[in-house]
């Protein structure tokens, strides 16, 4: 697992680096009078692309580890509070789908059907408004 959070964050970095290395040629390529810049509403679309492509990474990967980044911290949170539930996310060693575990008092129950469809809508829901607001 270790190495799983390892190879994101190194993935996360890399990604850091060449958007800051994209933004400074299209600065560049701006003042030298380049190609014009994209319009608004292709902007608009690269960027949401991009924030689907990170959230599924997050939700991917970086959930079900024991230790997380501040965003899935921020996110575990919220769920918690508007569910008023802690929830386990798993993945069975058979490779199928994520497992949701509502943790109570009489140890983990899993989520089916539409209550299990309603955690996940939020959660991603939850995920792509914060990766949004922290990318750039």
Excluded: C
């Excluded at 890399?14 to 014009?36: D, I, N």
């Excluded at 692309?49 to 079900?64: S, T, Y």
């Amino acid at each position: 697992m270790k190495t799983q959070s390892a190879t994101v964050r190194n993935m996360l970095r890399t990604y850091g680096k060449q958007l800051t290395s994209a933004k400074r040629l299209a600065r560049f390529r701006q003042a030298m009078g380049g190609t014009p810049p994209m319009d608004d509403v292709a902007r608009q679309a690269r960027r949401r692309e991009m924030v689907e492509r990170i959230a599924h990474e997050v939700i991917e990967n970086l959930i079900v580890n024991t230790e997380h980044t501040p965003v899935v911290a921020a996110i575990m949170r919220q769920m918690e509070e508007e569910f008023g539930t802690r929830f386990i996310y798993e993945y069975p060693v058979d490779g199928t789908d994520v497992q949701i575990l509502r943790d109570t008092e009489n140890g983990p129950h899993e989520l089916t059907g539409a209550d299990r469809n309603k955690v996940m809508r939020r959660l991603w829901e939850i995920t792509l408004s914060k990766v949004d607001q922290t990318m750039l």
